[in-house]
């Protein structure tokens, strides 16, 4: 059984850090695109960053370019999303996913049915 399962979330200042890890079990993420997406209340899910499964090229939302950072562990089967100068915009659900599209030239992630979600994990931004 597939599980992917984020940590992290909470309650953060403005302008505060945060660290989201996503752990697998079930397959082995180092074969996967991986990426992180987030759903604001009342808002459309949002792709935040995604990377590669050959080259681990990245690419990240005009949003929080500068400010985020996505990496993995394949020692540990973890893709991980470092948070930093959080704003109140950032406040959402984030989720990490495998994902069929990841092309950072195209500005292009996506899933399909096949591919794999996290719970989600809360992150506000407030003071």
């Known amino acids: 059984q597939v599980q992917l399962v984020e940590s992290g979330g909470g309650l953060v200042q403005p302008g505060g850090s945060l660290r989201l890890s996503c752990v697998a079990s079930?397959?082995?993420?180092?074969?996967?695109?991986v990426g992180w997406f987030r759903q604001a209340p009342g808002k459309e899910r949002e792709g935040v960053s995604c990377?590669?499964?050959?080259?681990?090229?990245?690419w990240y939302v005009d949003s929080v370019k500068g400010r985020f950072t996505i990496s993995r562990d394949n020692a540990k089967n973890t893709v991980s999303l470092q948070m930093n100068s959080l704003k109140p915009e950032d406040t959402a659900v984030y989720y990490c996913a495998t994902l069929n599209i990841c092309i950072p030239a195209a500005q292009a992630m996506g899933v399909s049915s096949n591919d794999y979600w996290g719970q989600g994990t809360q992150v506000t931004v407030s003071s």
């Open positions: 990377m590669t499964s050959n080259d681990n090229s990245t």
């Open positions: 079930g397959l082995s993420l180092m074969n996967y695109a």
